[in-house]
């Protein structure tokens, strides 16, 4: 890969106006509007609220960006945006992107004070109650983070539902199980699984209505509890999907042990997350998941696939392995 | 060019998280610690006052952006870090993003209400002092922004010394001039040439230091006043890099007049800026640029090869043409 020029410095540099342009696009609903049919810049304008002076900048700006097309003065979705980021269809994934604007773009401003004191910079600093706690306590929002989580993780459990060996198993846990999205697409893909979702109470709500909307409440149920006040339900696999990066490095090893605690010999554990290649100059996306772990917890951390297998290997895992699963997201697979 | 996948989606939706690493990373000097020699992690850790939850994420998200290099576990800049953002080098570019790092990054978080109500973002919301008056109020923040429009501009500085047919003229006036660059530039590569800085007399010493240490205090000299209060300094060759965006059309329109006037029969007016393709679909960082506007003033915004060709004419000049420079400049040349 080639080195930065003057260019890249100042396109990495100032990427937060794209960024940000794209992040504001979603918010105002652009996609979800032009989903509807193409239109041209003074209906869009209209109907967006957008002030005469930057209408027109911003939506060309989108399109110069790739993610509006633009054909005879009238503006319409690629078909990427139509498909991710209309918020009226199921493959919405603008929820984390609607976070990110509503909180992260803030909270990331302070990174330095992040780097220099190793303290989060979210909703909880300075105070006690931590991210979970506050996002927990409020329904509304909570449901839309968790919305938010399966528009990001939709993509890498359809493929664990589809590539790990199923097969050979017929129960599995999913530990914060969010709306459920991993077992549901497990459960979808392989008719013989039956499994549950282990989260915090308040969960269950979001999660109840998403699996009866996939038909699947007959076999996928859900199971109120923390995971580390209470041992995980047992299961012929454990799975934790974007769980442990957010944990310092002895929950993290107290999960480990929990799962190997929960399964029979022979069962499995699959961890995924944006898992850091192991000589931690690649995943470059991995790694600002750290640093975003930084803003958002007070010890989490993402990590690479030696350091999972290390934990594994350290709780008893016999057979452990790493697999590339999308973009930047790996699973690492242990065998009791 | 491909549309965006929903990969492209998170990596510019999240692309502030690089964007901001980057910034961070100028503002604690990293590169310039490094420019020394190279620093293993517990020394560049304490030497940058970094926290060790930290330290390490942050280094190797630079490395695997390519702006850090990491060998036998010792950091190291890449030789375009090394020249651009060591700060004891000439060739620093820093600047500009140390600004935006301290201002835009933070401003840009309000572009919604910007989109909304077309108002700017800056120092000088809500209040009568507009970002140039606010600006120039404070000599050190002054001197900053100066020279990290140098750095900004330079390369492209150099193309116009090289490139312009100077041979047919003997004088220039450089209209908003900061530091001086653009008829430094032009005035070293062309011996015959004696020119003019023409800025807010809260420039001159920033200004004639720099022509000094370039050792060209006798063919260039600073004059002071208002671009849009007085005539422009009369001379074969007008020049504005990175002015035109700043105003509203009619203030631009102006300032393509004054030029017109300012020249003889067969001078030339040269406009540079980030300026837009005409078909507003391909140049994203001048659309972007032109967004920072909306931010940063009451009326600027960039614009196409074709709209500032339309204003020559309109003030008389008899030729035109545009050309492409570096990365997303391009400039306007009219011949009277």
């Given amino acids: 890969m080639n080195e930065p020029n003057i260019d890249a410095i100042m396109q990495v540099g100032l990427g937060f106006w794209a960024s940000k342009t794209l992040l504001s696009a979603i918010e105002m609903e652009v996609f979800t509007e032009l989903a509807k049919h193409p239109e041209d810049l003074d209906t869009l304008q209209g109907r967006l609220g ?45 929820g984390i992107l609607e976070m990110a604007n ?15 004191t190793g303290e989060l910079q979210n909703e909880a600093k300075g105070g006690g109650s931590n991210f979970f706690a506050a996002l927990y306590a409020e329904p509304e929002t909570l449901k839309g983070f968790l919305k938010a989580m399966t528009g990001l ?24 199980t969010a709306q459920g999205d991993l077992i549901v697409q497990v459960a979808l893909a392989n008719p013989h699984i039956s499994g549950i979702g282990f989260d915090l109470a308040e969960v269950a709500p979001t999660f109840e209505d998403y699996v009866a909307a996939n038909g699947l409440a007959s076999r996928v149920a859900f199971r109120a509890g923390s995971f580390f006040d209470e041992d995980l339900p047992k299961a012929d696999v454990i799975m934790m999907g974007h769980i442990l990066h957010d944990w310092n490095l002895e929950e993290k090893k107290v999960l480990v042990r929990k799962a ?53 290997k350290e709780a008893g895992f016999r057979e452990t392995r790493v697999e590339h699963l999308l973009g930047p997201d790996s699973m690492v697979v242990g065998i009791k």
């Fill in 50 to 94: 957008l002030h005469p002076r930057s209408a027109r900048d911003f939506l060309d700006a989108l399109v110069a960006l790739r993610f509006l097309q633009r054909v005879d003065g009238r503006y319409s979705n690629t078909s990427s945006t139509d498909a991710f980021l209309d918020k009226r269809k199921p493959s919405y994934v603008g």
């Fill in 260 to 312: 190997f605690k929960a399964i029979p010999d022979g069962g499995a554990l699959i961890v995924y997350d944006s898992i850091i290649d192991d000589d931690r100059s690649q995943n470059a996306f991995g790694l600002l998941m750290s640093l975003n772990m930084l803003i958002e917890t007070t010890g989490g951390f993402d990590y690479t696939g030696a350091d999972c297998v290390g934990w594994m």
């Fill in 102 to 116: 509503r909180r992260l773009y803030s909270f990331w401003g302070n990174l330095t004070i992040a780097l220099r």
């Fill in 153 to 176: 993780s939709t993509g890498v459990n359809r493929l664990i539902a589809s590539r790990f060996p199923w097969k050979n198993y017929r129960t599995a846990t999913d530990v914060g």
